[in-house]
């Protein structure tokens, strides 16, 4: 179906008013996610409320509609984590569960990716029952690699081309190197290396004056990440990786991505953004944005000189690269909320640039997880909170550089640790009924006031319900659930 309303595409690159309008679908405006967050200040509720529940398999059906179980029959909910974070205790804690261990029967899992491995894994023998919930889905890897992340994007781009989709439109590109997506041009171009080492000497060929940035695919904060800017360089680390004192490197594949080397600086230095993603479902897509996410900024000054190359106090926004560097700053530790960057932007730039920001980087954010939603295990038992990392340029195009399964929960500030108190509070409201006991047989719906400050992303499931309520011609329902569907299927 043609839409009415027209969005800004994700690939209009740039601050100027020349975003390309793309006409796809029921579609609204950009600006609400700027606006909201603006009137939003962090609130931390240390109320003890107590929530009591039934047995995994035992029950009553009050929210899900499942079989009946003896009324009285109430048993605490049992919670199991193997993460020493108090983020998360305090908050399980304030709902009246109780900790258990991973050998008990338990309601609710905040597991390591390891742990969480060792459960779905086939030795393992485990089953979930319908009240049992987990936090990461089994083959997260598929979002949270850096490899498969660009191998994923890649085929869906393909995929949609193949299909004569208009989002897989291309143009021609700025610097005369043939060919862009016009609106799913969010990823800098990316090599796996060994693999496809011929194909990025080609690449490199081509802009030998270009910056690459070298990632290992299975490392986290900053860990193994160099810069380079001549072939040779990059020659000679492959000499020495597989000499005889590097054998685990040799082994480790790599992603070799452009570096974005015009990144958007405040007071002259580099920062990225991090961001939450909760999704819920991956068939169909259930997914929202937590409205406070933080900017994490360099404690150096920018500089491209090659003299700097090496100098990750320029180039990494990682707190935990900065945090060893003389000019960490433990008060705000190098953070900014994205309110913030929000008024900055529209102050020094004007408004509609940067509502066409944040539309852009909620469009990115949506079609990575299209990309990789038809290759996740989309397990009713799981949900997953992703920290997404953006790079916005100086032009104000956001791009993305890695999605992480297992974001910190560390808090470096009083501020941190009041967001992140607040992001598990209402993760948890989201993906649990409003009975507040897990159940996989819960229509996943949560109410506006469930969603806390989460914003809907997408639900393909409520789109498909709106689109047939207003083909039938009978869309006067005022229900939360049909306003959220409405407001999701801007993305379709
Ligand atoms: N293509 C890129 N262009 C510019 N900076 C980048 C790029 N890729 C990564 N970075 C910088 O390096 C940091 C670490 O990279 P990331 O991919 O997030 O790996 P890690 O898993 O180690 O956090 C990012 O937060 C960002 O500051
Ligand atoms: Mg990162």
Request: charged share 20%; aromatic share 12%.
């Given at each position: 179906m043609q839409g009415h309303v027209r969005i800004y595409s994700g690939g209009g690159g740039g601050g100027g008013g020349d975003a390309a309008l793309l006409?796809?679908?029921?579609?609204?405006?950009?600006?609400?996610?700027?606006?909201?967050?603006?009137?939003?200040?962090?609130t931390i509720d240390l109320s003890v409320a107590t929530m009591?529940?039934?047995?995994?398999?035992?029950?009553?059906?009050?929210a899900s509609g499942g079989a009946a179980g003896?009324?009285?029959?109430?048993?605490?909910?049992?919670?199991?984590?193997?993460?020493?974070?108090?983020?998360?205790?305090?908050?399980?804690?304030?709902?009246?569960?109780?900790?258990?261990?991973?050998?008990?029967?338990?309601?609710?899992?905040?597991?390591?990716?390891?742990?969480c491995r060792n459960i779905f894994s086939v030795d393992s023998g485990y089953r979930m029952h319908d009240t049992q919930m987990i936090n990461h889905f089994p083959n997260h890897y598929e979002l949270s690699r850096k490899d498969l992340l660009v191998k994923n994007i890649k085929r869906y781009r393909k995929d949609l081309e193949r299909d004569g989709n208009p989002?897989?439109?291309?143009?021609?590109?700025?610097?005369?190197?043939?060919?862009?997506?016009?609106?799913?041009?969010?990823?800098?171009?990316?090599?796996v290396l060994p693999a496809d080492y011929n194909m990025f000497v080609e690449e490199y060929r081509k802009f030998p004056l270009s910056t690459?940035?070298?990632?290992?695919?299975?490392?986290?904060?900053?860990?193994?990440?160099?810069?380079?800017?001549?072939?040779?360089?990059?020659?000679?680390?492959?000499?020495?990786?597989?000499?005889?004192?590097?054998p685990q490197i040799a082994k480790e594949s790599y992603v070799i991505s452009r570096y974005i080397d015009n990144p958007l600086l405040i007071g002259g230095k580099k920062f990225d953004l991090r961001l939450y993603v909760l999704v819920t479902s991956f068939r169909p897509l259930k997914a929202y944005l937590f409205k406070q996410g933080f900017c994490r900024f360099c404690t150096v000054k920018y500089d491209t000189s090659v003299t700097e190359l090496d100098n990750m106090y320029v180039h990494l926004t990682n707190v935990s690269v900065q945090k060893h560097g003389g000019e960490y700053n433990t008060l705000h530790g190098g953070k900014w909320s994205v309110q913030?960057?929000?008024?900055?932007?529209?102050?020094?730039?004007?408004?509609?640039?940067?509502?066409?920001?944040?539309?852009?980087?909620?469009?990115?954010?949506?079609?990575?997880?299209?990309?990789?939603?038809?290759?996740?295990?989309?397990?009713r038992h799981c949900f997953e909170c992703y920290g997404y990392d953006i790079i916005i340029d100086n032009a104000l195009k956001p791009w993305l550089v890695e999605v992480n399964a297992s974001p910190s929960l560390t808090s470096t500030t009083v501020n941190d640790r009041i967001l992140k108190y607040k992001l598990i509070d209402n993760i948890l409201s989201v993906v649990l009924p409003p009975d507040g006991i897990?159940?996989?047989?819960?229509?996943?719906?949560?109410?506006?006031?469930?969603?806390g400050n989460f914003e809907l992303l997408i639900d393909e499931e409520l789109a498909a319900q709106d689109e047939a309520q207003n083909s039938s011609n009978n869309n006067n329902s005022s229900s939360s659930h049909t306003k959220s569907g409405k407001f999701s299927s801007r993305w379709k």
């Open positions: 006409y796809y679908g029921c579609a609204g405006p950009v600006g609400d996610w700027t606006q909201r967050i603006a009137s939003l200040q962090p009591y529940g039934r047995l995994p398999g035992t029950g009553n059906g009050a003896a009324l009285g029959d109430r048993v605490k909910i049992g919670f199991c984590t193997d993460l020493d974070k108090s983020v998360l205790v305090n908050n399980f804690e304030k709902r009246g569960w109780h900790q258990v261990n991973g050998d008990d029967d338990w309601h609710f899992y905040w597991a390591g990716v390891q742990t989002l897989a439109e291309k143009t021609e590109s700025n610097n005369s190197s043939g060919t862009r997506y016009l609106y799913l041009d969010f990823v800098p171009t990316t090599f690459w940035i070298m990632k290992p695919c299975g490392k986290s904060q900053g860990a193994g990440i160099f810069l380079i800017n001549k072939l040779s360089k990059l020659k000679k680390w492959s000499r020495e990786a597989k000499g005889p004192f590097h913030n960057l929000a008024l900055y932007l529209e102050g020094t730039r004007g408004k509609e640039v940067t509502d066409r920001l944040f539309g852009a980087i909620s469009w990115l954010i949506v079609h990575s997880l299209r990309a990789v939603a038809p290759v996740m295990a989309s397990d897990p159940d996989v047989r819960w229509s996943k719906i949560p109410s506006a006031d469930a969603l």
